[in-house]
């Protein structure tokens, strides 16, 4: 599972990367790093830069400072997209974006774009290697969609998919590019508890297929019971990264998340609540 | 009944090339959201080269059907060639740019390349040389001629390849994944700037083959020909559903047909008032319905402005 020659070296490691809008500070001096074959957690109230951070890791934001490491090669803070990609790192949306006019089994064939190579002369002529590997996309495409669990027609346009397909169409995208790395921006926001588990069951078999993960979600019961390890991010800053069992007790979380010292929180309480954010819990009580 | 069968022919012939044109309208529309303006410009240049290279052919004593091939696989790399320039030179520095400047741009580069086809070709108009048999059938009691079946099957079967290309192979997935989201579609390692390259070169080589078509039919090739024909395959991209690669190729025949059906029957209809040089009327009459009746064309969707 592990290939590398050190395999305790870690697959992404951040230094020092900040970011901002206007004067806005969104990150500041984030480092972190993320080991191969973990599942990696990132939490953290809205706001706190997590999605920022997933941007500048895909190439779609420049980072104002700072560098990272990626499976042993250090990008600066500005890297083109297909760079990444190319290196290895895939990543989903918060807001699905699939192309919604393309089937289910032409979005993954898109992924696999950056692992293959005809161009216009194999479209316009045809040929032997060129029908060999669309032979090979079509049905690396065909295993991902059922390996993801999309039982439905693969002709089915992707807009026309349930939500929670989409979600699982998105990750088949991003698998599609043989990933080193799949980062995934709230996989479950919006699914039910059914949903919930099968898609838990379907990271843990990609990390055991030799992916790392790294998750950013907001229900903490599920980051927790599936994460190696956690990363909080408040306001652009990290304040803590430890095992989920650590990050429970961690202090600095704890008042992050409920705007009161520890000490008079444990006065109201024994026990973290597991799974409210402030934010949700507003919403289900009014 | 002679009459309405021979204008369904005239028709299909001239709208096979209309929908040829209008699907690189279309594509390009499809990918950057760009009227390329410039376009029927470069069918003028494939009608252009074409002639040129014909004429020389023949005074190399080549036979006839060999100096056509030859002249159209010339003015077909020669027009990719001008397609990715035009892109590359005029539109890929303002991809950034607001929406109008391209656009004028767009207008430019069509002077421009009308005014170096004047200068290169003359003013005159140029007799296109009948290179094919000149036989004919008669179906339904309508005149079919030799180059007219030619270009109706020429032009079926470019555009099922283009529509094979653009729906089962990684070029096309490409193409259409950049339409949807370009930077989604960089993300999966498809680079942008190629396809879109690739889309002006495509959209150009069926120009000029559009424009070695309406030459041969009508046997004349002019520095002017582009402008009004380019704007008709706008229109026939308009009334399809600019964007949409069917809606092209049925606004095209559509648009073939409403012209010539006009222009045969408005003498009858102005009790020989009107004659059929006023066909032009019907195209525009078109554009200005479509746009004000259902301005996403026949099959075109209502597309929400792209973020």
């Known amino acids: ?286 | 009944m002679d009459t309405f069968f021979q204008q369904i022919i005239n028709g299909l012939v001239q709208g096979s090339v209309y929908a040829m044109v209008a699907l690189g309208y279309t594509m390009v529309y499809g990918i950057l959201g760009l009227i390329n303006f410039a376009h029927g410009e470069v069918v003028m240049v494939g009608a252009m080269v074409a002639l040129s290279v014909i004429q020389l052919s023949i005074s190399y004593g080549l036979p006839p059907i060999l100096a056509l091939l030859i002249g159209l696989m010339v003015s077909i790399a020669a027009c990719m060639a001008l397609g990715y320039s035009i892109e590359r030179v005029a539109y890929r520095p303002l991809r950034k740019a607001p929406r109008l400047a391209p656009l004028i741009t767009a207008i430019g580069v069509s002077m421009v390349l009308q005014t170096l086809a004047m200068i290169i070709w003359g003013r005159e108009y140029h007799a296109f040389p009948s290179l094919l048999p000149n036989g004919s059938h008669i179906l339904f009691g309508a005149i079919i001629t030799e180059v007219q079946i030619l270009i109706i099957l020429v032009a079926l079967a470019m555009m099922g390849g283009l529509l094979l290309l653009v729906h089962r192979t990684r070029l096309g997935r490409a193409m259409r994944a950049v339409a949807e989201d370009p930077s989604i579609a960089t993300l999966m390692g498809v680079n942008t700037n190629s396809v879109i390259s690739t889309t002006f070169m495509l959209g150009s080589a069926l120009a000029a083959t559009a424009g070695v078509m309406i030459s041969a039919n009508y046997g004349i090739a002019h520095y002017y020909m582009g402008s009004v024909l380019g704007l008709k395959a706008f229109t026939a991209a308009v009334l399809g559903g600019i964007g949409n690669m069917y809606g092209a190729m049925v606004g095209g025949l559509l648009l073939g047909l409403i012209e010539s059906l006009g222009a045969g029957y408005i003498g009858d209809l102005s009790g020989g008032f009107l004659g059929s040089h006023y066909q032009d009327v019907f195209s525009f009459f078109v554009l200005i319905s479509v746009l004000i009746f259902r301005p996403s064309g026949l099959l075109g969707e209502r597309v929400a402005e792209r973020s």
């Open chain 1, 1 to 286: 599972m592990m290939t590398s020659a050190k395999p305790h070296a870690p697959l992404l490691e951040l230094s020092d990367i900040g970011k901002s809008f206007g004067g806005l500070s969104a990150l500041s001096d984030i480092s972190l790093h993320i080991r191969r074959g973990e599942i990696y957690g990132l939490i953290g109230p809205n706001g706190a830069g997590k999605t920022t951070l997933f941007n500048i890791l895909t190439g779609l934001y420049r980072a104002d400072g700072g560098r990272f490491t990626f499976d042993n090669t250090e990008y600066g803070g500005h890297c083109k997209s297909h760079t990444l990609a190319r290196a290895g790192i895939a990543r989903t949306f918060q807001n699905i974006r699939l192309f919604s006019n393309m089937t289910a089994l032409e979005n993954v064939m898109v992924g696999r774009h950056l692992r293959t190579r005809s161009g216009i002369w194999g479209a316009l002529t045809r040929n032997a290697a060129t029908r060999a590997e669309e032979r090979e996309t079509l049905q690396r495409a065909r295993e991902l969609l059922s390996y993801v669990g999309i039982n439905r027609p693969h002709q089915t346009l992707a807009k026309n998919l349930s939500y929670g397909e989409q979600r699982r169409l998105e990750i088949a995208r991003a698998l599609a590019t043989d990933p080193k790395l799949i980062a995934l921006d709230e996989p479950v926001a919006g699914m039910n508890s059914t949903e919930t588990d099968s898609l838990k069951k379907l990271l843990r078999d990609i990390r055991a297929g030799g992916t790392t993960v790294l998750i950013i979600e907001h229900d903490v019961k599920l980051i927790l019971s599936l994460c190696d390890r956690v990363a909080v991010l408040d306001q652009g800053k990290k304040i803590a990264e430890d095992t989920p069992d650590q990050i429970k007790c961690n202090s600095a979380v704890i008042s992050a998340y409920f705007g009161i010292e520890p000490a008079a929180y444990e006065q109201n309480s024994t026990k973290l609540p597991t799974a409210r954010l402030p934010d949700q819990a507003n919403h289900d009580h009014p």
